[in-house]
């Protein structure tokens, strides 16, 4: 297993970063910075309606779409995966984080672009992400099938077991906290109840994902930053100290704990990657699903889904951390936990609970789903999705007991794979990307609210929907 571990450090510093660097700047020079001149459209498309479904064709809206997404997006990453960037890269990894956050988008933007231009559709709705845009662009449906099976490994089952043992620590540390006695038959009794809850959602399918999601994610982004802010503006005397840290280690200027440039680089960038999932090729799993009227609408949104998870919940995490002093150091310390403790007391500790339970829920639900559209890619029945059903359930409760170190380091060395093959294929449909982004750019130019078809694009073939008659009855903006 160490001699894995060696050669998945080795794998993520000398071949995934660099191809996420490239693909994002390459993405970032040909869409003329899109993340940052659409801007704009990235809030407005949240907003868009779907219009009513037809009969047998139910409909997602963007939102839910975004909400999906960042189900899986917004998880402990989000606290422990910031706590042990800092802890190993020193404040510098949070510069690093939002740089790459920031270029990132653009891959973030052409993945989801992607998706809703190669999508299928289905009677629940419609399906996508990088399998099908390998099998309908690249016109490789082997390469899709190797990354669908990837994805299912790491995703619904690897990663929820993961969550599912971080959502039952939570809860019995809240249960320590008031005093609960706790041992092995809590642990099952609240590993059934998250089982149980789990298969009511993912049994529900799209829809009651997409709806459940759409109630959680801002519920769950609100507490948090809602906390976060009010321990900011406690210790705001802090605040300036802490900006300096950040930017003073970023370039190495202020040596933190023996941590050369190098390692502050890697641990900002790779945590990055890891919480906000741009490039990754999970995201547009779930970009796929939304109803809109031009695939770029789409693909803006899951860029601000980038933004969502990073500029905002990780850096209030970044904040909490920095403004509180903390000692630094120890990855197996939670610096998040241990800041909020400081500022506000014991009690703050339970709220962190329950926002460490809101996020690895969401987290879990949000997994399933990436790996029930890979699922459909590979075998679309009711009974493949139904044993997917029923196995991601199953490792749900699994995960809440066992120890999980090696599953965890297996999956860090599949998603680096999985990340991989994504932008392979990314880069390997620039020319669609950008072909589909001056579509959008020219009918904006001319007043107009975008609305794609087949022929907005002479010679792009592999569509399987966009049919001109479908203009009729796309989508219309909130202006």
Known sequence: MDQLLSWNDQFWAWVVIPLIVVTSLLY?????????????????GLRED?????????????????????????????????????????????FWMWIMAITVAAT??????????????????????????MKHGLKAPWLGAVFAVILIFTYPFSFNMVQANTFTGAVNDSLDGMGVATGDTTTWIIAIVLAVVTAFVVFGGLQRIAHFAQLAVPAMALVYLGLGTAIVIINADQLPGAIANIIGSAFGFEQFAGAALGTVIIQ????????????????????????????????????????FD????????????????PVYGDPNVNLVTRGVDATLGGWALQVMALILVLFTFTSVVGNYFYGETSIRYLRDNRWTVGALRVIVVGLVLLGSVASLETVWSIADVT?????TVNLIAVLGLTGVVVKVLRDYDRQRKAGLDPVFTRESVPGLSGLQVWEPETAAVAPVSEK
Not at 283 to 291: D, E, I, L, S, V
Not at 310 to 325: G, H, M, V, Y
Request: aromatic share 10%; with cysteine.
């Open 28 to 44: 970032l020079v040909l869409t003329r910075g899109v993340q940052f001149r659409l801007f704009a459209q990235m809030i407005r």
């Open 415 to 419: 998603m680096g794979l999985m990340a």
């Open 50 to 94: 779907p219009g009513e479904g037809t009969e047998g064709h139910r409909k997602v809206s963007a939102f839910q779409a975004f909400a999906i997404s960042s189900a899986a997006r917004v998880g402990t990453g989000n606290i422990v995966g910031v706590s042990t960037a800092i802890a190993i890269g020193g404040p510098g990894a949070v």
């Open 108 to 133: 973030a933007f052409a993945e989801s672009t992607l998706a809703q231009v190669y999508k299928e559709r289905t009677p629940e709705g419609f399906k996508g992400g990088p399998s099908f845009y």
């Open 310 to 325: 990073t500029i905002f919940i990780c850096s209030i995490s970044a904040f909490i951390i920095l403004t509180t002093n």
């Open 268 to 307: 900002g960038v790779r945590r990055g990657m890891f919480s906000n999932e741009g490039g990754m090729g999970s995201a547009p799993n779930a970009g796929a699903t939304a109803t809109v009227s031009h695939p770029v609408k789409q693909g803006l949104t899951q860029a601000f889904g980038v933004y």
